[in-house]
């Protein structure tokens, strides 16, 4: 094992005790958590020759120049705010790995030719504000109006959190770059999933991210006597619920990487001696391929409006969420894989199903990632693991793909 993946797991669990409350995890925007955890890898950034700065919204930049004032900059990173009660891996380890691949290559004597920016985005989960990704949106200069609008539980909206921060009155972020001057941005993170795990796999590749359709779907029958009422005489609105439940179920079992989840149900009235007169149920459905996603949607729609005709119910569905697929980019994943291969003998390609900061870094530049198999696809929880060798594999995947990157 590297002495570098060595100060990896030290580093992890070290960042890992600074969190806002005692005996859990929790570090969110702004807090002084955050302040903590940004001051810490900072100087983790600087023992590895990075020079170290912050932007308007609190993301930690550590930037490493190229040889030549005009290079091109690879960006590497991910997020360093974690849910409540969180584990260790979920963020940190794309901040942090970076950094201890660039001590690496400088102690192999390897000099890259481009520069590079490690940076710890100030926000990816979307928990003080339940709106996610204002780090790399303010870094990549897409924060918008309307993103400045959300409140805290304490009434405090992200624009006057920014400006306490700031000290000054709120000015939109440009990007930190031109797309033109970037190589790309790279993120390691652990899989949050149980692929790799069942194939064995320490590492693998992300090929895209999937887009997500999220809604309500409501179904309005009539409530009556459960005693009193004939089966003929019915309009059971949880009993069609049941039925769109399964043909979700069904039609994502059919179609290759489809998932579809029914996760919620609200069942009015809501007592055993009444038959439910209204169901309400979250679905939520995703694919790498926005067409994919779209079509089963239909389907599925329109499977539940027969269900619903069939057994006279009322139907209405609402959108509350739709974000598109986001590809990762092709020449910088091969270049990737090639590097898994030379590491780990054999790549796999993966599709994320959880949204990531490279998300919204697709929008400033070309991306890729790289997941690290985590114990049970656990995530979001204390008990989040990432086995010491198979962080060892992510480094040396790391060394390999900065040391052999070819502009692209
Ligand atoms: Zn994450």
């Known amino acids: 094992m590297l002495a570098a993946t060595r100060q990896l797991v030290r580093w ?39 020079a170290v700065r912050e932007d308007g919204v609190g993301n930690l930049i ?7 004032p005009g290079a091109k900059t690879l960006l590497l990173g991910s997020h360093l705010d974690t849910v409540r009660d969180a584990g260790r891996f979920d963020g940190p380890l794309g901040v942090l790995l970076p950094i201890l691949a660039l001590q690496e290559l400088q102690r192999r004597r390897i000099a890259l030719p481009y520069a590079v920016e490690v940076l710890g985005f100030a926000e990816e989960e979307g928990v003080r504000f339940a709106s996610a990704y204002l780090g790399s949106k303010g870094y990549s200069g897409q924060l918008r109006a309307a993103d400045l609008a959300f409140k805290d539980a304490a009434g405090v909206s992200v624009r006057a959190a920014l400006e306490t921060f700031a000290g000054a009155p709120w000015k939109a972020p440009a990007a930190a770059h031109r797309q033109s001057n970037l190589l790309g941005y790279f993120e390691v993170h652990i899989e949050q999933g149980p692929v790799l795990e069942a194939e064995e796999l320490a590492v693998g590749v992300v090929t895209a991210i999937a887009g997500q359709t999220r809604g309500r779907l409501t179904l309005r029958g009539r409530a009556g006597h459960a005693g009193t009422t004939p089966m003929a ?137 790289l997941f690290v198999r985590c114990k049970e696809g656990l995530s979001h929880h204390p008990d989040e693991q990432a086995a010491p060798a198979d962080l060892d594999a992510a480094l040396r995947v790391t060394v390999e793909f900065l040391s052999q990157l070819r502009h692209v």
């Not at 005790?17 to 929790?26: G, H, M, N, P, W």
């Not at 439910?276 to 389907?299: F, I, N, Q, W, Y």
């Open 62 to 68: 550590g930037r490493l120049e190229g040889p030549t």
């Open 233 to 369: 005489l019915r309009r059971d609105a949880l009993a069609g619920a049941a039925e769109v439940v399964l043909a979700a179920e069904a039609l994502a079992r059919a179609v290759p990487g489809l998932v579809a989840t029914v996760g919620t149900l609200q069942v009015k009235p809501g007592a055993p001696n009444v038959i439910p007169g209204e169901v309400v149920l979250s679905l939520d459905v995703r694919h790498a391929r926005d067409g994919a996603r779209t079509k089963a949607l239909r389907e599925l729609l329109a499977t539940a409006g027969r269900i619903a005709r069939r057994r006279r119910l009322g139907q209405e569905w609402q959108i509350t969420q739709d974000n598109g697929a986001v590809a990762c980019a092709p020449a910088l994943t091969r270049q990737l894989g090639a590097a898994v291969r030379a590491v780990q003998g054999r790549n796999l390609e993966l599709v994320s199903g959880a949204g990531h900061d490279a998300v919204v870094m697709a929008g400033l530049t070309d991306v890729a990632m």
């Open 12 to 50: 992890l669990d070290e960042l890992g005790q600074i969190s806002d409350e005692e005996a859990r995890l929790t570090r969110t925007f702004l807090s002084p958590a955050m302040r903590r955890a940004n001051a810490q890898v900072g100087r983790w950034m600087q023992s590895a020759g990075l």
